[in-house]
């Protein structure tokens, strides 16, 4: 792995914004690797049709080749550039792509030669969304290319939604970071599929996030593909049980009666909105607790401090953080999938 000095260049005026823009598009171009801020998380972005630059991202991230990435787009007009779209199921997508794009929905669907077997990891769909942060557009517009980008972070870790957060992953392993402040949604996209139906299309979540079932069955029947670690390795090769994982050991507390402190033991808890009478509070001497929406108790907000929190509670040291459960709606589907996968139970 070379060795890099990354520089972290910021957006907030706006010759700077240029500036760190041009950059951005520089080492593009020049077929290298650069993290970007989308609506979502952090990206590690290279030219999606550029084998050697994607190598480069599986590189830098240490993520295994089985493990594919997502294709983003400049503007919906890229589609046919990438992707084969299936006469049954064309008129559902225009619909959805009109109604969510830019925005934190992935697609998947039959891909194009001109995808590269690295960007897919061998598979014949292609992930593709259109992200709508402003920073990721104009350096993708500017590009011109599909950008594949996945999250920002070595493998298997907590994705980053600051410039801080990748630099902690990656510094001296890449070139440039954007820095455009902290992520609108805090997580990363739905990833759906449209299975071709009567009367309805099917709509199959893939992978929970921003975009809630409730937002997505007005095009379709939606589903909830539930995955065992079989599946894994096959249909969704990058959901992986372990996924999402802080270095210290996380247990998802179902409720506060399973929890025995063990002598000695150091605990910590990442609480929703840390009010006692969730029954978390008092179980223990905390080292620390944090919570996830401190402010209005929603779970928009809890999304945007998710991984925030779980890279704080994973600085302390302490031998195990305890998760509260979520409310498994909206946002909540994504975070606690998450949370079990950090815990290592799916
Ligand atoms: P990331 O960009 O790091 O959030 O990860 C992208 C994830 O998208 C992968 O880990 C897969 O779960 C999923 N994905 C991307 N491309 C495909 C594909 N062609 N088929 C199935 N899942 C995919
Ligand atoms: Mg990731």
């Known amino acids: 792995m070379s060795s890099y000095v990354t520089a972290v260049l910021p957006t907030d005026q706006p010759p700077l914004m240029h500036q760190a823009v041009d950059e951005a598009v520089r080492l593009l171009r020049e077929g ?48 046919d550039l990438v992707a ?10 225009k619909k959805m792509v009109e109604r969510f794009w830019p925005g934190p929905l992935t697609i998947l669907l039959p ?11 061998g598979l014949p769909t292609v992930a593709v969304r259109v992200s709508s942060n402003p920073i990721f557009r104009r350096v993708i517009t500017a590009l011109g290319k599909p950008l594949a980008a996945p999250s920002a972070n070595r493998f298997g870790s907590i994705s980053p939604t600051s410039a801080s957060a990748v630099q ?7 070139h440039l ?40 069955k007005a095009y379709g029947k939606v589903r909830q593909a539930t995955r065992t670690v079989v599946d894994e390795a ?13 270095k210290t050991p996380l247990r998802l507390l179902e409720s506060p009666d399973d929890f025995i402190p063990e002598e000695g033991k150091r605990y910590a808890l990442m609480s929703y ?24 108790g929603k779970l928009p907000e809890a999304a945007v401090r998710f991984f925030y929190v779980l890279r704080a ?34």
């Open 84 to 93: 084969d779209v299936p006469p049954e199921i064309s008129a559902t997508l």
């Open 32 to 79: 290298e690797v650069v993290a970007l801020p989308t609506e979502t998380v952090y990206g590690l972005a290279a030219n999606a049709l550029d084998a050697a630059a994607v190598a480069k991202i599986f590189e830098a991230k240490e993520r295994p080749s089985f493990d594919p990435l997502i294709v983003h787009l400049a503007s919906k007009d890229q589609l």
């Open 111 to 121: 891909k194009k030669p001109i995808v590269p077997d690295l960007v897919t990891a």
């Open 177 to 216: 970071i954007v820095d455009a402040g902290a992520c609108m949604f805090g997580l990363e996209s739905t990833i759906i599929k449209i299975e071709p139906g009567s009367p309805k299309m099917f709509i199959d979540i893939v992978r929970p996030g921003p975009i809630t079932p409730e937002d997505l």
């Open 313 to 346: 509670l994973d600085k302390l040291g302490v031998d195990e953080i305890i998760a509260e459960p979520l409310h498994e709606h909206g946002m909540g589907i994504a975070m606690m999938d998450k949370l079990r996968r950090a815990s290592r139970r799916v």
């Open 234 to 246: 096959t249909a969704a090769p990058g959901q992986l049980a372990s996924h999402y994982a802080p």
């Open 168 to 174: 902690a992953e990656l510094d001296g392993r890449i």
């Open 273 to 296: 909105r840390g009010e006692e009478k969730d029954g978390y509070l008092n179980l223990c001497d905390w080292e620390e607790v944090m919570m996830l929406s401190p402010g209005n």
